[in-house]
Every structure is written in structure tokens, then in C-alpha cells.
């Protein structure tokens, strides 16, 4: 015998359920179906039907939109079968059966698929619903209804050709409304609607819908039927769809039922009505029953908004509606109880007799996951765990940053990346300077840049806001939003700026956005919009608070922050981190220190070397101070320096034009020779490929004077504030090492400066020195370099690198954007953490144990902040890890719930 | 009781051999006293003497030079017990024992470190020896003699002060020659050196050494044994050793063992001699007694060339000799027996007895080693697998170019890095373009270049030798010209190129070599020679062919060539690769092609694009037909296009100044426009890190065209092959794959193309499709890729990089270098497969296997042809390894040996 395709669901003839499926089943049901079926065996009032499975959506599609063998057959035995159970035919003269035939994937996808309505009705049925509802105009408008639904749905005819009919027709009887059409204008229309069908359809492509030589409206239902079940299965390739599952990660291969379902009324008089309803807040949570509907009217009336609908709770105090109300709310109950969390559901009232529509789990905001999820766990409905596991790490940013309110109204002008989320208003400013300048006055600024750099960074922190024209989620400017929990829209193509002239023009208008001219951002969609939007502010509510302790207590790893200054360290403690896991020093070579280390670099003796490395000695010891004391008694983890050099110095191709022009200038000969020598000197740190190169540790080989002078610095500082009585836990890392001699070359270099510091201020100092796993090779001998470290750290971000050989301009760039869409890459390695470089951690974290087994674990970089990853750390058995301060919450709810999940 | 530290050899006085140790203890008594031992044990006259340890040596100069603890003790102990044996004692004013101390370390380190004669000698026992030789003038050279040594070896003094004496004193006696000098002269100048000493050795430093506040020649032997002995030690570290033990390899903990040994003396007349000799011809091979001796001579005069040596064979022909001379013979016979293998053997004959001095497994030219181990093999003195193994690989490489020729005399003007093997002398000249006009007149010509780059290339192909003054080993011209098999000598700093001026001034001399003038130049040295020096051609002899067969009967993996054209294809099957393990199509778009591909990647609309498809189709297709033909019944791997694709367009940078020049200069406003355009076309195929970026296959997923293009030529080019009766092996190897889907997606390219070709040609095609597998995460997730694989390739060279995090182009810079100094690294990982790299490896062949049990693995790239790598490799159990043509010899008795070994 063949697979199953066709699941009945509902009662039969004699009130007996014979619904043959279940909640569980929405791979093969929907989730639609599958809910419809559950419904059914609560006992609840669901319209009889019938489901269509996803496989055989999927088999359809495979074979080239070609019927599986058989199941056309199911489909109309169970069709037969759902006439008898109501006692009506479709098609009938007298009574018939009208019905619905609506998509039901397994994820939900709203809009995306099709639907359509009073399948069934022709020019016999049509009389047998009139007789029915006594109601001519009801019959005639749905029927009127279907042909359209079904040409431009079914059959892709344009949809205006029957506007413009009802507007003639309308035009033609001198009124303005549709309900001013009375039953025989209706019957008119159908008829143009017909001529409409006709004209449109190409009889070619449908030979089956000819008719003496001419396409006409099928009057058979079966016809009809099985061509509405042909276009559904068809909508799950339609190109939204396909944009729709690309964006939420579904697979292109679960296919969507198709459910085909007894059409009931809400819009058969005053005994009628139809609706939408929560059995919670979905907006903030609250235990209330919250939803709208309407008297004498179809669900689509309630989704359109052209009616003013009334809120749920309203619904018993209309007398005409009040027991199906009633029993509205008390299945509100029975399917909260049964699911064990906040349902959404659709309702209609025929004539008094309530009817269920659909249900599933509802969506929530933020707020109403926490709440709810800490309600229901006071209520005993679900355990500490499920309320754990009731909230999306990810939704959590929502909640620290600021947002635009509501109900605020505004026309966005483009659109962008959502690089970082919040929003922010403020002035337009073109240049970090300016953005700085006008803080200084207290204006709040939006920072517009082409693409930021390093340069900008001052500017970036002036700023409300970033918006770039240029650079995708992990260019620069995004990186370091979201670092300092900075709104930022990257990559707005529309956005033409001309830096110096301090203005952007918006491309595709004439909106022109000068210097001044107050813009609002919103990081979370990548809305730009001209003039102020009202905002919403964040808040560290007392339901965060509770679920983090939950989460706290439930995690087995901890989580610290990347932070390179103290204001970032406070933070990090104020969201709940254990530490800090990373902390840039290069971070701390801004503005006048970048000037220091160039001539660092550039130094032609041994002097000039020498007060340099004193500059930046005094500079780092007091960053480090401040750090260490912000975070007392946390570790802290600070890493070596790790660029490569010609990242602090200027651009040679850049000097090299300026050296051609002051040539043929004719600049002095003297100027002419010493900007060549700069050349030279700037040419000589450059690398054909900088991520491959002279960076990490290597730089401290090289230049042992440089984590010699870092490491002073850090046991400075350790040292003084044990003299002011704190408890300063710094921890040094080495970057980028390879091999066990680079990490025992770093860590002697460390070691005796430790011990000098601890001689000079006579105290005992106790750094422990690791490094960064971020090279395979680390990786792979991990059990070798463990030996020489007191920790490990694994840097995913350099990690993915090299073990990809992409670098991470590609991800902005060409090719990686490509491989996603084409499914190359399941996702960005650089967000979530690929199987092929966990798989390498998971090594290095198993061999780092058998050459050191006291040795500590953890990860940084943005992995760290990915809920994703997070799991797969968890399982790998790392001890922290380590993430943008304001990703530490949702990393403390992802640690959570990767521990329950293992457990 | 503590460790023994000294070791006695030789006989004691009544004739018994007390020998303790043997030729196994090399690691503690050095390879000399091992040696030493050996000989005395099999009953051979060996001057008795002791061997103090290696670890000893160690020991005192890890403790900062200071003896440990009862050492002296024994040293004494062993001198008295040396004294007992011989019956006289040293410094005895009637017979004084003379003894020689002599270094010894596991290693052959020739010259490095420090010897000192006639110890013993002072005041009072240069009596004694005058009374026992009667021979005053040779007892006050021997005593001149060692106060001279002492001075300068132990002591540290400059030896022009002793020479200059010398000089003074022939000058005061009116004679040339020192051998004119009389016994009085010599004692005249015994008291000049004591003088000598006296002024220049430093008594703050030597404080033992101070008599009467004044710095005095140690009368005492016991402080003349000791200070000889510490310099000795001190000798293990001194600059020239330590470099020595870096260029060799050796291990900087192993030390040097210390041989005191009775002097004997070969000057005492004509019943006296001493000489060097070796079992067989060490030049050659052939089984003749190889060396020279001299009549009343010491050991040094031997080598010092200053007199004529006559071959051994004459030593019996001098009656006076003769009985010494025939129980040498017979030691020879004994020894090669004993160690079966050629010996290096040192003798001295006083007053008609032989004493064995040194022997040693000889060292022999790569032709005598092949011929000794094919001999030995014949007459069953080894066998067949110890044959294979008696000849370094590396060797090979010195027959398979012609070398500078055996007796030809020349002076370097300059050295750089011996590149690549083989010699070459011709005219020099500095543009590619020369050399090619140059050859196609029929001259020879050695290309002198800056650095070369891929556009050198024909000029490299034109030439007989490359000669730059930059780059390093693993620069552009050293890897192309070790390809080629063509001599290349590298970073010649001294070479002061101006290639505009066509000609190069030698740094430190007056010589500026001009176009056409004639140079040499030996890249198996490093030398660069003014004018021509006789060339020796290479020849494939019948040993090395005999060898060979031999080795490829023992070898288990296969060795293939890498060949980008059919010339080398052709040299790869001479040299006898079993196929092409990798041929680099990006090689063939040269020149014309260049061009081609340049429209290419530039082209503005579809016509232009397909032109030039179709033009490298057409190409391609010319090569492919020309190289499987080449390789008829062999296997050609094909990779696919690889490099990024600005590796093929101008420099962005040069051209941003020529813009920033023209617009300077007014060029028209279009011109400027044009160039632009094209600079922005040009940027933006840049990338910061291209070795992480858009190449390899990625190139083939953004850009199908490219696979399809070259997958046709290939499936036509094998068509007609067949078509015309040939039997063309062609696989396809996708390069630089990381996940699955991208092995698929090009997989699927290829497949297609292949059928199409299938059913143009009426043929079938049998064409596998493989990939490099040259990325961490491809090697660490290799059971997902080798589902669709039919072979993996390990592209070792990308593989080091990522792994490592290192680019190439960082061996020639900066750190690598210094971590190979520092023994940060062993070696060079791009030359010797690194250990963490070779665990990829191990770990991509085995997880490769488990997802495809079929899979062929090989490795392409420079470790292919590195010994120690190859062995690596066939642990691993990889089917084959592939290197350029010249090296494929080489790799073939690599792996026969590795075969061997793991037995």
C-alpha cells in the first residue's frame, strides 16, 4: 500500500470525531492541520475537513507539478467521504457544500502562500445557497467573491481587471460604497467576471477549461477544486515564499499542506460574527483574554481594518452572542492548559453556533515571553526549565535598547542592514569630528559615514546612531555598534553622500539630507527616516531580572564580556557578566596613543623607541587601573597587542599619489627625498596578506619591547590597586600562537616582568598567562601548547578565517552573500559558529585538557553573543563565554537554556 | 655512584685490551671515540687514550662553565691509569708521555671545534723527548709547536703574533723557508712565544696561570690537560659551530665528547708516515683503496697541501714501509667488513708500526654512493633494502644537473642562496625580453633579475640559469626555477642591479657586470662567478637507473610529477612520475593568454565575455590535447583555474599614480574618464587578503562560465585522443573547496559538461572529478566531502598557510627566518611538512576513507619532493606523492626508503 496523503479531521454525520491526526504531526500535517486535528479530538467545534500532507506537496513539485500516483484518488474519496459526514454536495442545487482550501506549512509563513474561499459555488450552487440563507446579495457577493479569488489566485489573472468592473458598476449606479451594490448588481458582475475569466486565461495552457472553443469559468468543482489544491502546492515556490524561508531559515524541502475545510459564516446577521484572540496579552503578557472581532462579518474583515472591531472581551455582552462567547472563553482555557502556553486563535460565530478556525502557540513581544514565561511558572502550568526555555535569547535585545514607540507613524525614506539594534534620532552629521564638535554642545548627532574606520571611532561614540551607505552586518561600523550597544543601518545603497559638501542625497527622490537636518535610525529593521520619530525607552525590567537569576542558576557556563574600557566594563558588570573575556588593547591606541605607536614604529633610534614605549606604558597602565578597578575582584582578560603594525600607520598607495604630485609639482627636492624614505618605511610593514602575517605574537617576538612594556603596565596597575585594597584579577593573553615556543618565548617575557613588578612594589602578583586558540594549528596541537598555558581562549572569529581560507571582507563582499543564498552556507560562519571550526574547538578544548588538565576554556568573539553557537559551546564543555556587553543577558538566557537542552 | 664520565681505549701495558666502550656509544663518547673504541676491540693498534662524555660537556657549560662535581677526579684518575699503561708520564724529564686533545662530538661537525698536539710538553720533558727521539729540532718545534696551539686554541691569542715571530726570526737568519731554521733557532723562539703569552693572555682571567705577578706558560700538565679540555668544551659553542649545527641540522644539546689519546708521531724519520684514506673511491664508487700519505710528516701536512702526497696505493711500494702498509690493507679490509660500508680512516706510522687514528663511515658523492650500495648489494655485504637505503635522496639532485666542473678553479664575486640545483654559465642579461631575443639567436644567457614575477616567465624558460638579487628560497624565481630543473641563485644582496641601464654593479668590489658579459653562477652553492667556469654535464647513469628500479619495487606509494605543459610532461614520464599529479592550468594563460583572460575577466557585455571563452576554450583544449598525449595511459590531474583573478590585471596602485600624473599633466578629460573606470573595475577585484578570498572554486561558483570552459576542453581534448586510438587519463581536482555543496555545485558543472562532450564525440568519457584538499575545514570534515570525491589531493603548500596563519611570502620576511634562528620553528614548513599540518593531513585521508572507502589521496606541492616529508606521508598512507620533474628521482628512492623503515 502507498504513503497515506489525505488526514480527515473533524466530526461525521452522526457527531462521532474521526479525525485521524494530531498536534504532533505537523510535519506531515502543518501546523495548521495538525492543530485543526487536535482541536477536533479536544472535542472542540472545528469545521469537518480534510488535510493534504506536505510530502506530497513536495513530491508534486519534484516531478515537475505531476501528481503522485493515487493521490488525486485520496482526494476525492475523502472529498466524498466530507460530503457525507455533512450531509451536502458540493455543487448541489439545493444545499451545498462550500469550502476553503488554505495552505498549512510547518512553519508558520503569514501572507506567503495561498488561499481560497466558497470553493464550490457555480451557477447551479448558487441557487442552492440562496435558498439557503435566504439571502441573495450574500450569495451572489460570494460568489462573486470566488470567481475572483479564484482567477487571480489560481489562475494569475491581474487582479485590477475586477476592481475596475466593481468601480464601473459602481460608477454605472451612482454610488460610492460596495455595500451600496444590491444583489442584481452583484449577479451582473458575475457575469462580467466571467467575461473577465475568459478573456484572460490562456486556453492553451488549460485545454481542460475550454469549452466550444472558448475558455469559461469551470462550473465543475471538482475541476475547481483540484486546481486551487494545484496553486497552493505552487505558492510554496512562489518568489516570496522562497525570500520568506531564505530570511527565517526554513527548509525548501517540508513542503505546505493543504487543507480543504467546510466554509462557515460569521456573516449571516447579527446572531453572526467572527474574530481573532490571544488567551494572553501578546504585548506585554499580561494573563487577560485579548483579541478583536466583528458582528456579521468575514475574517478578512478583521484583518483588513476597514470596520472599527471591538475588543474580545466584549463579546459576552453582546445577549445575541453571549453563550458562544461563553464558550469561546472557556476553551480559551482548555487550549491553554492543553498546550501549556499563550494560544492565537480564529474564531467564527454562524448563527450563533460557534465555530474553531485555527489555533497555535502565539507570538509574543519581549516583554510578554518573559512575563508570560514567569507567570505560567508561578501558576505550576510549566517548570522553572520550560519558563527558561520559553524565551528567545535573541528577542532580548529588544529590550536594552531604545526603540521607536508604538504607535509612531513615520515614512521611512530607505532602507538598510539591521546592523545593531535600538533606534536613534538626531542630527545629521558627516564626519566623527562634527559628531564630537556637536556633543561637545550637547546636540544629539546621527553619525552618516560612506563606511567607518578605525578613525571614526571617537565620532561613533559621540554619535546616537550610525548609518552607512556602504559595509554589510559585519563591516566595521556594525561590528563596533553593537559593541558599544550603538544603533547602527549599514549598506543604505540609496544613500549618496558627499562627505564634503556634508549632505546625502536619498537615491529614487528628492529628499536631500544636509548637515543638521534631524534624521531618526532604527537598528532593529533598518529603517532610515527624515525628521524625529518618537521613542520608546529601554528598560531593565523586574521580569528580566528574575529570568537571568533563573538562567544563572540553571547555566553550567558563565559569561563574560569583551570590553577595552571602563565605561564598557561597568556595563558588562551591570548586564551580569562573570569577567571580562576580552579586552583589546589595541582598542586602547585611539588618537594621541595612535600618534605613540607610530612613532614606535617609526623610530629611527633607540631613544625615540624608548620614550615612546614609555608614553605608552604610562598610557596602558592607567586604562588598565580603571579596568581592573571597575571590575573588582572579576577576572579580567586582557590580550597582547595583535594587529599587524601598518594598521596604525598611513597608506602607502595613498602617499605614494601624494609623492607623484608633489613631483611633478616641483616640491622641493629635500621634501621630495624624505617622503620617499617614509615610503619605504611605511611599504616595508605592508603585507600582501596582513590576516596571514606579522601580527599577534609574532609582533612580540619580534618586538619583545611591546608585551614588555604591556606587561608592566598590567602588573602596574595589579600592583597599585592591591595597595589600595582591591582585588584586581587580570589574566594576560597571547594572540595568535602557533606553535608551544611562541607561547613560551611570551610567557617568560611576561613572567620576568611579573616578578620585576612584584620585586619593585613588593607584592605578590598572580597573572595567569594563556592564549587564544584561533589558528588551526593551535588547534591541532593544542595538547602540546597546553602545557605552557593557564588558560585557553578560543578566537572563532580569526578561527573561522583561516579554517575557511575566507577572510571577513567576504562576507561583505561577492562570494559569501552568494553561497548563503544558494545554500552553499548554511548561514554566516562569522555570526553562528560553522560545524568544521567546532569541530576544531571541540579538539582543542579535548587536547588543551590532556596536556593541562586544570586548564580553562572559553570562547570570545561575536560566536559568543550567538544563541546558536552558544549551545554548541555548551556542548563542546566550555567554561564561559565571552560577548559584546550588551549580548551578556542574552547569552546568560542561550547558557541557560544550552544546559537544559543537555541535560 | 655518580655517572661515568670518562672511558678508557686501547691497551694497558702488558698488551690487554681495556676498552670500554664501543662504536654504539657514539652518543656518549662522541663518533670519534666510539669509533676509536671499536677499532681498539677489534684487536687493531690504536694509541691507548681516554674519552671523556658528551653529557659531560653539556653538564659543565649548562652550569655556566663549571665542572660537576668529581669529574676532574676522574680525569686524573684516568690520566694516571694512561701514564700506568704506557709506562711513562707526562712532563717526565726522562720519557714524557705526549698526548693529543682532540673534540669528538655524535655529529661530523670537520674543522668546528678545537684540537691541541703535544700536550705535555714543558721545560723539564722537552728533555726527556730530546733524549728519546734524538732529535733536538724536532722536540723544539713540537714544544714551539704546542705553545703556539695552546696560545691560540686555548688561550685565545691571536696567532699573527706567533707568525709574525716566526718571520722575525727567518728574517734575523737570512732564510726563506721554516724548515731552515735550527734546533736553537726554534729554541730561541719557544722562549719568544713564552714572551708572547706572557704579554697576552689576561691574569685577572687566569689567575692559576700567575707566577710571581706575572702571567706565565703553565709548566704544570695537569693545568695545561685541564684548560685544553675546557676549551675543548668551550669549543661546542663557539660561533662557526654553531651556525655549522644550525645549517646541519644537529641538535645544539647533544655536546662533544673530549679524547685524550697518546700522541704518535709520523715525523721521526723514513721508517715513519701518516696519511688519510678511504676503502673505496669516495668520488666515484669503484673498489680501489683511495687517500695519500706522506714520508715523515704529521697529520696536518697532509692536509695542508703544502707538500706533494702520494696516493696510498704507492704506501707498499717503499720497502721501509712496506710491512705497515700491507697490515693497513688488511685493516681496511676489516673495517669495511666490520662496518660494512666505505670507512674514512686516518693512520700514522712511527719508526715502521701503524697506528689507526680515526675511522669513520666515509662521506662519498651521491655517483659513489649509488655505486658503493649497488656493489656492496652484489657482494652480499648488505642487502637489497639496506642498499636503498644508503643514498640520501637529497643527493640525487646533484646528478640530475650539470655541476661546475670537479678541478675547475674560479673566485665568487658574490654568494646568494643556492636556490635551485645545477649550474649555468652565459651572458647576462636583465629583461626576459632579452633572453628570449638571445636564444632565438643561439645564445646562452643567465637572466639577471631584481626579483622575477610571472611575467619573467618566458625570459626564465629562455634562459640557462636565474640569478636576482632579492627573494629567498621560496620566491617566485626559486620556485619556478626549481620546476624547470633550471639553476637559480637567489638574494644575492652584493648584486646592485640597474635594469635600465642593463648592468649590475658588484657591492664591495669595482666589478659592474654588463649586458652580455659572461658570469657563472652554481645554484647547488650559491656562487656568482665573473666570466665563464667549466661546466660537467649531469647524466642519468646506468646506477641511478638500476637504483631507481630498485626503489620502486620497494616503494609502496607512487610518485607523480606536477607538469604544467607538455615538455615537462614529457621530462616527468623520463624521469619516470607514474602520472601528473597536478597540472596548474593558470600557468598555461601566459603571454597571448594573459590577454585573453584580462578581456575576460574586464569584458563589458555578454559578446565580448563569450569571445574570449571561447578563445581559452580553444587553447586549453591545444594543451590538454598535447599534455594527455604526452602521458598516454597515465593519469593527468587537471586543477582548475585557481588564483584570484587580479593576479591576472595591472596594479591598481601603479595605476592611481599614473592617474593621479596624467591629470597633473591635462591629459584629455575622456582619457581621464576611461582610466578611471578602468581603475574602479581593477579595485574591484583588490582584496586584502587574497589568499583568504575569491579563488579557487569560489571563482568557479561566481563565475560558471570558467569551470565549463575548461571542463569542455578537457572532455574534448580526451574525445579525440581516444578517437584517434590513444588512451588519455584525464581527472578533474576542484581546487580550495571547504564545504560539500561547493564540490557539488562544481561537480555538477563538470559532470555536465562531460556528458555534452560524450554526446558531441559519440565516446564515452571515464573523466573522476577530485579536490585539493588544502583548507583546515575541508581536511577536518573530509568525511563529508569525499561523498563526492573521487580522489583528494592534499595541496600541503595552502594547507601551511592557513594552518599556520602564516603567507608565504613571510618565509623571506621578517619572522620566520628568526623563528627557525630562534628554533621557534625546526625548519622551514613550507619545505618540511609541519607536524600539526601533517595531523590535517592524517586526519583528512582518514576521515576521507570513512566517507568513501574508493578514495585515491595524494599530496601535490613542494613537500612532495622533501624526503623527510615524504616519508611523512607514506606513515600517513597516502597513495602518492607529486613534485616537480627534477625531483621526481629523488622522491621515488624517498619513498622506497620510507617503505623500508616502516616495516
Known sequence: MSEKRVYAFGKDQNGKNVTEGDTSMKWILGGKGANLAEMANLGLPVPPGYSITCQTCMEYANAGNVWPEGALDEIWGYTENLEERMGKRIGDEEDPLLVSVRSGAPFSMPGMMDTVLNLGLNDQSINGLIKQTENPRFAWDSYRRFIQMFSNVVMGVDGDYFEDAINAKKKEKGVKDDTELTAEDLQDLVEVFKGIFSEHVDGEKYPNLVVDGKVAFPQDPKVQLQHAIEAVFGSWNNERAVIYRQREKIDDNLGTAVNVQTMVFGNKGETSATGVAFTRNPANGNKEFYGDFLVNAQGEDVVAGIRNTSPIVELKEIESLREAALQLEEIFCTLENHFRDMCDIEFTIEQGKLWMLQTRVGKRTATAALHIAIEMEGEGLISRDEAICRVQPDQLDQLLHPQFAAGAKYDPIAKGLNASPGAAVGKAVFSAEDAVKAKEKGEKTVLVRWETTPDDLSGMIAAEGILTSHGGKTSHAAVIARGMGAPCVCGVDALLIDANKKQAAVAGTNIVIKEGDVISIDGMTGDVVYGAVELAEAELSKDLDIMLKWADEAATMKVRANADNPHDAQLSRDFGATGIGLCRTEHMFLGKRKEIIQTFILSEDQEEMDKALK???????????????????????????????????????????????????????????????????????????????????????????????????????????????????????????????????????????????????????????????????????????????????????????????????????????????????????????????????????????????????????????????????????????????????????AAAQAAIEQK
Chains 1, 2 share one sequence.
Request: glycine share 8%.
Open 615 to 893: 608614553d605608552l606604558r604610562d598610557a596602558q597602565s592607567g586604562d588598565f587601573y580603571e579596568m581592573f578597578k571597575a571590575m573588582d575582584g572579576l577576572p579580567v582578560i586582557v590580550r597582547l597587542l595583535d594587529p599587524p603594525l601598518h594598521e596604525f600607520l598611513e597608506n602607502g598607495r595613498e602617499i605614494e599619489v601624494k609623492l607623484a604630485t608633489m613631483k611633478l609639482e616641483g616640491a622641493p627636492k629635500e621634501r621630495i627625498e624624505k617622503m620617499k624614505v617614509f615610503l619605504d618605511k611605511i611599504d616595508s610593514f605592508a603585507e600582501a596578506n596582513p590576516m596571514l602575517g606579522m601580527r599577534g605574537c609574532r609582533l612580540g617576538i619580534m618586538y619583545p619591547e611591546l608585551p614588555h612594556m604591556q606587561a608592566r603596565a598590567i602588573s602596574t596597575a595589579t600592583a597599585k590597586l592591591i595597595k589600595e585594597g582591591y582585588n584586581p584579577k587580570p589574566e594576560i593573553m597571547v594572540p595568535l600562537v602557533s606553535t608551544t615556543q611562541e607561547l613560551d618565548t611570551m610567557r617568560k617575557v611576561c613572567e620576568e616582568t611579573i616578578a620585576d613588578v612584584e620585586k619593585d612594589y613588593d607584592v605578590k602578583l598572580n597573572i595567569p598567562i594563556g592564549t587564544m586558540i584561533e589558528l588551526p594549528r593551535a588547534a591541532v596541537t593544542a595538547d602540546d601548547i597546553a602545557k605552557y598555558a593557564d588558560f585557553f581562549s578560543f578566537g572563532t572569529n580569526d578561527l573561522t578565517q583561516t579554517t575557511f581560507g575566507f577572510s571577513r571582507d567576504d562576507v561583505e563582499a561577492e562570494f559569501v552573500p552568494k553561497y548563503i543564498q544558494d545554500k552553499l552556507l548554511p548561514s554566516n560562519p562569522f555570526a553562528t559558529v560553522d560545524k568544521g571550526v567546532a569541530k576544531l574547538v571541540k579538539m582543542g578544548v579535548e587536547l588543551g585538557h590532556q596536556g593541562n588538565p586544570k586548564l580553562e576554556c572559553g570562547v570570545c568573539g561575536e560566536h559568543g553573543g550567538d544563541p546558536e553557537s552558544v549551545k554548541k559551546f555548551n556542548q563542546i564543555g566550555l567554561d564561559y563565554v565571552s560577548c559584546s556587553p550588551f549580548r551578556v543577558p542574552l547569552a546568560r538566557l
